[in-house]
């Protein structure tokens, strides 16, 4: 046939055709099951991808740079990346997730992501070219502005000692009182732990809501006109950030979270931030361990934090569990912030639990950072420093491994990041 490509009507007709006849056969015998059960010959599909995230070439070479994300050779796929604001940390992390969801997409074992978009860039609508290269849609984007996040924070203790709900409510209070920075008693602080727990004894030990803790706590108080903890409270319960009940799938799917509303070092951004991280605590609790072969083991999910020093400043237990112990799981992080000090401090020391801290522009270098991150003294610190110093928009520093288990050689290379957006 004579068919003009350009004519939006006639193409309308001919794929509308070929879906019936797509739809006709699909529904004849067993061809739909045949179909969803089978696997490719000759494929990945049912294969642990090797997840070599190539990021860029090695400075002074044609040499792909790559990150081990999965093999059995490297500790954990955690990643730190420390850059001034310019230094291309946006492009940076956009390349390695744009990897990872390529590479394991039409496999058995597909990575998702939780993003945490502080600047509002990845939902930007004059940025939904971003998306596709995610792999994702806009419906992935999940606004608390508008609607409850579907996901309910709070842990389900049923059938479980009641002893652990009195760990988890002093936790929680904690938190609360950190996310606020408010000045508060230790009578305070110990009405609010009752306060969750008696909040659990009136669900029979499922999981509760910021209102219900609102209520017990306002019960055991003696101040008629409320304090602090009240009025965090107050606002996480006037803002309904989350649902009462899970209306998706965390692990399984792949969310960007829109905070560009709310102010960063604010308690509803923090709190959103903190409680989705306890939640994905909750959730690997639950999870089988992840497949592993002679050479590599399973990926599920990624975290990311863009300016993680507002989730780096307190004892954050859920994100220190969740690098600990979620890799068992297959859950790593990655983690973004401008200075390179926020990722060492009295309660975590992050660059020693993370396989890549990748170091790109700073505002203002830390010498020590630097010593104990590369392990370098001397006339090699000195040159480390200069090289730091000189990076430009999107060139970054990396370990050398190999010359640290050596035991010489330069301690450090560099990459240039490929340009993705």
């Known amino acids: 046939m004579d068919v003009d490509w350009n004519s939006s009507g006639d193409l309308s007709r001919i794929i509308a055709f070929e879906i019936h006849l797509g739809l ?3 529904m004849q015998d067993d061809n739909l099951e045949r179909m969803l059960m089978a696997v490719p010959e000759h494929s990945a599909f049912g294969t642990i991808p090797v997840l070599d995230l190539e990021i860029g070439v090695w400075a002074g070479t044609e040499q792909q740079a790559k990150l081990d994300i999965n093999s059995n050779n490297i500790n954990n796929s955690q990643i730190l990346v420390a850059g001034a604001s310019g230094s291309g940390k946006t492009n940076l992390l956009m390349t390695i997730m744009h990897q ?5 997409a039409d496999t058995r074992y597909p990575v998702n992501f939780l993003l945490f978009d502080y600047k ?3 939902s930007a609508t004059a940025n939904s070219s971003w998306l596709n290269l995610l792999d994702v849609s806009r419906s992935c984007i999940l606004n608390p502005v508008e609607k409850p996040l579907p996901f309910n924070p709070f842990k389900d203790f049923t059938n479980r000692p009641i002893n652990e709900i009195n760990l988890y409510s002093s936790e929680m209070a904690s938190c609360l009182c950190a996310l606020s920075r408010v000045s508060i008693s ?11 727990v008696e909040a659990y004894r009136k669900t029979h030990q499922k999981p509760i809501t910021f209102a219900m803790m609102l209520e017990e706590y306002r019960l055991l108080s003696d101040d008629s006109q409320g304090d602090s903890i009240t009025s965090v409270l107050n606002q996480l319960v006037t803002n309904n950030l989350f649902s009462a009940e899970d209306k998706a799938d965390l692990l399984g799917n792949s969310y ?3 905070l560009g509303t709310f102010p960063q070092d604010g308690p509803l951004a923090k709190a959103i931030v903190y409680f989705m991280m306890s939640k994905l605590n909750n959730i690997y609790e639950l999870t089988p361990p992840q497949d592993k072969t002679e050479e590599r083991v399973q990926i599920r999910h990624f975290s990311i934090i863009d300016e993680a020093h507002h989730m780096l400043r307190f004892d954050n237990r859920p994100l220190r569990r969740l690098i600990v112990e979620g890799r068992n799981k297959g859950m790593s992080i990655i983690l973004a912030t401008q200075n390179m000090a926020e990722f060492k401090s009295e309660y975590f020391d992050f660059y020693a639990n993370a396989e890549y801290p990748l170091i790109m522009r700073q505002q203002t270098i830390d010498d020590k950072v630097l010593k104990d991150l590369f392990g370098v003294n001397g006339r090699d610190f000195q040159e480390l420093k200069e090289a730091v110093a000189a990076l430009q928009k999107g060139e970054l520093i990396i370990k050398n491994q190999t010359a640290l288990q050596m035991g010489f050689g330069k301690r450090w290379k560099k990459i240039l990041v490929n340009r993705l957006v």
């Open 256 to 258: 960007i979270i829109k």
């Open 120 to 122: 509002d860039e990845y």
């Open 186 to 196: 230790a009578n305070m602080s110990d009405r609010l732990s009752r306060a969750i």
């Open 24 to 26: 006709n056969f699909l």
């Open 100 to 104: 990872f969801r390529s590479i394991a």
